[in-house]
């Protein structure tokens, strides 16, 4: 029996998707909360909570941005210039968010001011072009063919927009929940008051998000069962898994907070994020480019695929097996004197 080789592709770029938003999302998440720091000596320690492992979260949007081009050519060439100025956006800010990382503990007093500026920016502005590229895919992009036949705007709208909106509050409950994993003291007190603040703004907007979703394209209210005036209730007994999970991480969430156990939190937030994908994936699979390009009439020759896929096996295990050891290794709470060099 052979490998069906584009649907393995697809749940590789799949992963790789959902891994970056899971770990890079606190990092992100913990720059909008820069400037909510009570002095630079708890935002030295936010920095350094992240130090041992940043860059290396972002090595899943390499692999999911190098991915989608070498596996399916085809919806990436559609999904760029659909997309060109909210990714370069982005690209920027993690550019600029990288740099202040770097620079900031250089700085002297007006300096470091600056880079702290350029971190919380930067995070602030990576997170809503992921957020507009994020709501633009969601409404669907315009195809001749296989190719891009749209305008250079149409990702800017009230829902793309609202997405995110959504998606800063998420990330900032990703930042808050970490944080109250791995720090201590009166920061840690302080991270569970963001986290509060966090959830209930993305629950509040989690649902409103969910709502509108139904709305913007009829195929994805069609999935849900959902006729304009109703929903078909075979299918939403079958897809309540879904939203329950999502609430049942918004509860986890609650309960760690308010018994301030330290990871718990962050689970529940973890699963929040996992019930919001896996209805996104509901909604548009097997759509690559919602809503009229599959992922198997994207994808690049089976034997490409297959050579591809030869260095993706050695390739991912390794990238695992890194995250896990250097998430091991620097374990436990990070405190006033952990420096970063």
Same mark, same amino acid.
């Given at each position: ?57 972002? #090595? ?39 740099? =202040? ?57 009230? /829902? ?16 808050? #929940? ?23 703004? #993305? ?87 919602? /809503? ?5 009439? =994207? ?23 890194? #995250?896990?050891?250097? /998430? ?14």
């Amino acid at each position: 029996m052979s490998l069906d080789l584009p649907l393995v592709w697809a749940g590789i770029i799949a992963v790789a998707v959902l891994m970056y938003v899971l770990l890079d999302g606190f990092d992100l998440g913990i720059g909008i909360l820069f400037p909510f720091a009570a002095s630079p000596a708890e935002r030295d320690v936010m920095m350094d909570s992240i130090a041992p492992v940043w860059d290396g979260n972002e #090595t899943w949007l390499v692999l999911g941005g190098g991915g989608l081009l070498a596996a399916f050519p085809f919806a990436y060439a559609a999904l760029m210039p659909a997309m060109y100025l909210p990714i370069i956006l982005m690209l920027l800010a993690l550019i600029l968010r990288g740099v =202040a990382f770097e620079f900031r503990h250089h700085g002297r007093v007006r300096g470091k001011a600056f880079w702290t500026a350029a971190f919380a920016g930067g995070s602030v502005a990576a997170t809503l072009a992921q957020g507009l590229v994020l709501g633009g895919f969601i409404q669907g992009v315009k195809l001749n063919g296989k190719g891009f036949a749209g305008g250079p705007f149409d990702w800017l709208t009230p /829902y793309s927009l609202l997405v995110a909106v959504g998606l800063l509050a998420g990330y900032a409950l990703l930042g808050a #929940t970490y944080l109250i994993w791995r720090t201590e003291g009166d920061l840690q007190v302080r991270a569970r008051r963001w986290g509060w603040i966090a959830a209930g703004a #993305t629950a509040a907007l989690l649902a409103v998000v969910s709502v509108a979703t139904l709305f913007v394209h009829p195929r994805i209210a069609v999935r849900w069962g959902f006729d304009g005036a109703g929903f078909d209730l075979a299918t939403l007994l079958l897809l309540l898994p879904i939203p329950l999970l999502g609430l049942a991480g918004l509860g986890i969430v609650v309960w760690g907070l308010r018994q301030a156990h330290h990871a718990t939190s962050l689970i529940g937030a973890y699963l929040v994020f996992l019930s919001g994908y896996i209805g996104l994936a509901v909604g548009f699979f097997p759509n690559i480019v919602p /809503y009229d390009l599959d992922f198997r009439a =994207a994808a690049n020759a089976d034997n490409a695929l297959a050579l591809m896929l030869v260095g993706v096996v050695i390739l991912l295990p390794a990238i695992l097996g890194y #995250t896990v050891w250097v /998430y091991w290794l620097f374990r436990g709470k990070v405190g006033g004197d952990a420096g970063y060099h």
